[in-house]
């Protein structure tokens, strides 16, 4: 037999990248239906909220102004949900309704490559709903560049921690209904008791305490550092957070998720 | 020289056996068909040779395929192959040539090297004029060879078909057939699953007849025929079967089964079934050559197993 001869299939950041690029070009074909929302949406809320509501609020929270307490908080929340929704709905209808994956796991990629790539591409969506949101508050004077183009870096970061925690869930989903005890019960709630909407250090030590664990508090705290450029030590744990989280919970999903594209 | 080996293969879904010690080999340049029932194992031995599916470990059995083991190098394998699921899951997004040219990135084809291959890939198939088409808009033949297309970007060694034209109208069939025995003839070896015993019968130099995950025979399709069932067979709604022969001696070397309200008479000489003919006073009939199905269902029975 021919073992011995090597065959010249691509190389892992190649077979990454076509998972990405499958999902860019589907994503892209309706360039102006999946384009334009993410930057209408942070438009209506800093209107109808940010501004209708901020008349009230004239203490400052967390030594700035409420405006841009919230427009910071929206540049990870945004990457948060759009990351979520990829790797929950339209995870699960390319698993069991399209059988997208059967057909992209007979070419030569593994299971570990598309799921890998998978949460890249989650990533990426963050990093662009990210950069949306940032379009639409730079001009407003919200936030300042040069220092805000980080922010949708932790975008990317955002969108790779929670696509890895909502693929694990999604390798747990039997019905796609199932979803929404994920959505309304857990990334709801974080939206209020991340820092995004109010700072935590007022709420019940409990809640505090609660809050630290969750996901969401530590690209909070990595977005607004980035945002006003206050940087402090500190902010080494919430990055250390992230990483450890996205490769706990990517390993987990991927070896969940193996389980039910490998019978 | 073998391309496909497996040898004393199995899987288990918990305490069901999908495939039980299965083994047969694929020569180079021949197309070998893989005959069941729904629920025989047919798909699950299939995704074991590409890798979507792992074999029993520890048990001896041992897969390989261009001298590699799936289990351990599955994306060598699926570089040299190309496989068309038993699903047409085209990417509807996208319209005809763009889902090729993404899935064309999988294998690292060059731009322009992707876009010659799937120009004479469409030819081939006769998709030329789709190349702008949405998915939406494709008949179901059309898909399906679009499917075979997307299979064949890499000019693969080994061409993986399950079930490839279940339901799909006659002329596709034979379109289909064809293609698949020209790219047998340019030396690509084929390996199909189907339940069509005429598809089989075109097409492949050998089948493996299997049922409850087990071989139940295997040979070349018209050996098959020869070696395991009498060549004519007559057909006849059981009542009047019944009515005709009530009591009378059947011919020498006829042989009865009655299933599912039709009786079927069969022996190698046509005259003697001519006589069973004569005692039925104008009733209908059915005078056939006996084919692969009859091989089949004698094989696996008439009846439905719990999967069918």
Known sequence: MRSSETIPYPHLAWRLYSVWYRHMRVYTKNLVSNGLPPFLEPLLFLVGVGLGLSRYITESMDGMSYITFLGTGLLVTTAMFTASFECTYATFIRLEFEKVYDGMLAAPITVNNLIVGEIIWAGTKGLFFSFAVLCILTPFGIVRLPQALLAPLVGFLTGVMFASMSLLVTSFVKTINHFNFYMTGFLSPMFFFSGVVFPVSNLPKPVQLVAQIVPLTHSVRLVRAVCLSRYDPGLLANLAYILVFVAVFGALAVRRLRRRLVS | ?308
């Open chain 2, 1 to 308: 020289m073998a391309v496909i080996g497996v040898d004393k293969v199995s899987k288990s879904f918990g305490r069901l056996r999908a495939v039980c010690e299965l083994s047969f080999a694929v020569e180079a340049g021949s197309c070998f068909g893989l005959l069941g029932p729904n629920g025989a194992g047919k798909t699950t031995m299939m995704k074991m040779i590409y890798g979507t599916a792992a074999r029993d470990a520890n048990d001896g059995g041992t897969i390989e395929v261009f001298g590699f083991d799936p289990a351990r190098d599955e994306l060598s394998i699926k570089y040299l192959s190309g496989v068309v699921p038993q699903e047409n899951n085209l990417d509807d997004e996208l319209n005809v040539i763009q889902n090729l040219l993404v899935y064309a990135k999988f294998y690292g084809l060059p731009a322009r090297v992707a876009r010659e291959r799937i120009a004479s890939l469409l030819a081939f198939l006769e998709l030329s004029e789709k190349v702008k088409a949405r998915i939406r808009e494709l008949s179901g033949g059309m898909k399906r060879r679009l499917v075979i297309a997307r299979a064949l970007l890499n000019n693969p060694r080994l061409l993986i078909l399950d079930e490839p034209t279940t339901g799909l109208d006659p002329q596709v069939r034979h379109l289909i057939w064809e293609k698949l025995r020209q790219l047998r003839s340019g030396g690509t070896t084929i390996l199909l699953t189907t339940h069509y015993m005429e598809e089989a019968f075109q097409i492949c130099d050998r089948v493996l007849i299997m049922d409850k995950g087990r071989k139940v025979m295997e040979d070349h399709p018209q050996r098959l025929l020869e070696q395991n069932i009498e060549r004519y067979v007559l057909e006849i709604p059981q009542e009047h079967a019944a009515k005709a022969i009530d009591g009378r001696r059947l011919p020498e070397a006829v042989r009865v089964d009655h299933a599912q309200g039709i009786s079927r008479f069969y022996c190698d000489d046509l005259d003697r079934l001519k006589v069973v003919t004569d005692m039925l006073n104008g009733q209908a009939y059915y005078l056939r050559q006996a084919n692969l199905e009859d091989v089949f269902l004698k094989a696996t029975g008439r009846g439905l197993n719990e999967k069918q």
